[in-house]
T-cell receptor, first 117, second 111 residues
């Protein structure tokens, strides 16, 4: 299947700083990417859907000014956690939708573990 | 909200078949049944999907009941590496394409 990468795989930051997480589709173009958050022993929660060249659509309860999403190219979406606080510590997972010829599937990245001190 | 119901956990002996049930009684005619799994601290991995016919691939088999209100994922010969959380999801193939995860089933494969 197609490959989605995330960078960094883990990050530790101080409270009040901003952190950027990158999500890349390595061998396909993704007009749509998704960002999820997962707390320990819980399921994945969809945060937002990003479409290349347009504003992201956020799920109810997700602060768009705190979780900035940019999908500037067909292979890259970024999630910036602004003014991070300890409660933002979580596992962030992105996925990309591959709509290539004969395919319409969603592939997931390996995740980024964010720890805010 | 997720449209599926799964048992929270299951055990399976190594080498035996693991049968993971899923209830999706409100599935609509155009929604597919997808299965993913998540091994600890990794991103979800696609396993299989189907609409109404049974499906099989190199990883698993998917059995969907005739009324499509439930399905079973079958791992024919479970190994220790199959220990993971398995998610059953219903989703449109196109259009309203959004994957919402429920709680999933935590499968423990024991030696």
């Amino acid at each position: 299947g197609a490959v989605v990468s995330q960078h960094p795989s883990w990050v530790i930051c101080k409270s009040g700083t901003s952190v950027k997480i990158e999500c890349r589709s390595l061998d396909f173009q993704a007009t749509t990417m998704f960002w999820y958050r997962q707390f320990p022993k819980q399921s994945l929660m969809l945060m937002a859907t990003s479409n290349e060249g347009s504003k992201a659509t956020y799920e109810q309860g997700v602060e768009k000014d705190k979780f900035l999403i940019n999908h500037a190219s067909l292979t890259l979406s970024t999630l910036t956690v602004t003014s991070a606080h300890p409660e933002d510590s979580s596992f962030y997972i992105c996925s990309a939708r591959d709509t290539g010829t004969g395919v319409d599937e969603q592939f997931f990245g390996p995740g980024t573990r964010l720890t805010v001190l | 909200d997720a449209k599926t119901t799964q048992p929270p956990s299951m055990d399976c002996a190594e080498g035996r078949a693991a049968n993971l049930p899923c209830n999706h009684s409100t599935i609509s005619g155009n929604e597919y049944v997808y299965w993913y799994r998540q091994i600890h601290s990794q991103g979800p991995q696609y396993i299989i999907h189907g609409l109404k016919n049974n499906e099989t691939n190199e990883m698993a088999s998917l059995i969907i009941t005739e009324d499509r209100k439930s399905s079973t994922l079958i791992l024919p010969h479970a190994t220790l590496r199959d220990t993971a959380v398995y998610y059953c999801i219903v989703r449109y193939l196109t259009g309203g394409f959004k994957t919402i995860f429920g709680a999933g089933t935590r499968l423990f494969v024991k030696a």
